[in-house]
C-alpha cells in the first residue's frame, strides 16, 4: 500500500516557468489538499477537494491551479513561478470529511521547491 | 492569518522528561487533531479530539481540550529521543469542507 505519492522529490524551475507537482493515492480518500510549509509560517493550506470534479481554494491560492478528474490523482500547477514559490509542497488525502465523519490526514512526503 | 497556535515554539528536554506543548485557536472547531513531523519528512497524525470531547489518550500521548478557553495540550510523557520531532495542532473550521488548518508548530529536542 503506497499512501500518498508526490513526485518529484526536488525541482528547481527559473522564475516564469511552469510546472505541474504530481499527487497521487491509492486509498480511495475522496479529501485531498495541498499545503506549503515556510519556515516560521507552518503549514498553509493551498488548495482542496471533497470530491472529485470539486475543488476549492484554501488560505494562500494565488498562483497555483488545481483539478481533480478522478478520485486518485490531485495535481498542483505552477502557471509562472515567482521566487515567493519556494518552499516545501505536502499534498494529504483523507478518507472523509463532514460532520461525524472526520478522519486523519495522512501525507505525501513533500516536493521541495526552489524557483530562482 | 493562522487558525492555531503553538507555544512554545521550541522546546528542549532530556530523556525520561515529559514534554508539554499548547495549542490556541480562534473559531470555532469540529475537532483538534496533532500531528508530528520527523526532518525531512511528511507529517504523520497522532491523535484526534472532538469538540466535544474533554480529553484522549493514546500510549504516551495525552490531549486536552478546553473550547471555552480555545486552548488544547499535548503531553508526551516518559519521552525518548525517538520524539525529537515538530508537533502540529490542526483544526477543522468546517464540517462541511474538512478544511484543516495548521499552527506554526513545536520543535521538541528530546536529548539522550
Known amino acids: 500500500n503506497a499512501g500518498v505519492t508526490q513526485t518529484p522529490k526536488f525541482q528547481v524551475l527559473k522564475t516564469g516557468q511552469s510546472m505541474t507537482l504530481q499527487c497521487a493515492q491509492d486509498m480511495n480518500h475522496e479529501y485531498m489538499s495541498w499545503y506549503r510549509q515556510d519556515p516560521g509560517m507552518g503549514l498553509r493550506l493551498i488548495h482542496y477537494?471533497?470530491?472529485?470534479?470539486?475543488?476549492d481554494q484554501g488560505e494562500v491560492p494565488n498562483g497555483y491551479n488545481v483539478s481533480r478528474s478522478t478520485t486518485e490523482d490531485f495535481p498542483l500547477r505552477l502557471l509562472s513561478a515567482a521566487p515567493s514559490q519556494t518552499s516545501v509542497y505536502f499534498c494529504?488525502?483523507?478518507?472523509?470529511?463532514?460532520?461525524?465523519?472526520?478522519?486523519?490526514?495522512?501525507f505525501g512526503n513533500g516536493t521541495r521547491l526552489t524557483v530562482t | 492569518s493562522q487558525q492555531g497556535e503553538e507555544d512554545p515554539q521550541a522546546l528542549s528536554i532530556q530523556e525520561g522528561e515529559n514534554a508539554t506543548m499548547n495549542c490556541s485557536y480562534k473559531?470555532?472547531?469540529?475537532?483538534l487533531q496533532w500531528y508530528r513531523q520527523n526532518s525531512g519528512r511528511g507529517l504523520v497524525h497522532l491523535i484526534l479530539?472532538?469538540?466535544?470531547?474533554r480529553e484522549k489518550h493514546s500510549g504516551r500521548l495525552r490531549v486536552t481540550l478546553d473550547t471555552s478557553k480555545k486552548s488544547s495540550s499535548l503531553l508526551i510523557t516518559a519521552s525518548r529521543a525517538a520524539d525529537t520531532a515538530s508537533y502540529f495542532c490542526a483544526t477543522v473550521v468546517s464540517s462541511n469542507t474538512g478544511k484543516l488548518i495548521f499552527g506554526q508548530g513545536t520543535t521538541l529536542q528530546v536529548k539522550p
Open positions: 477537494s471533497v470530491g472529485a470534479g470539486i475543488t
Open positions: 479530539i472532538r469538540s466535544n470531547e
Open positions: 473559531t470555532s472547531i469540529n475537532n
Open positions: 494529504a488525502s483523507s478518507y472523509a470529511v463532514g460532520t461525524g465523519r472526520d478522519s486523519p490526514l495522512h
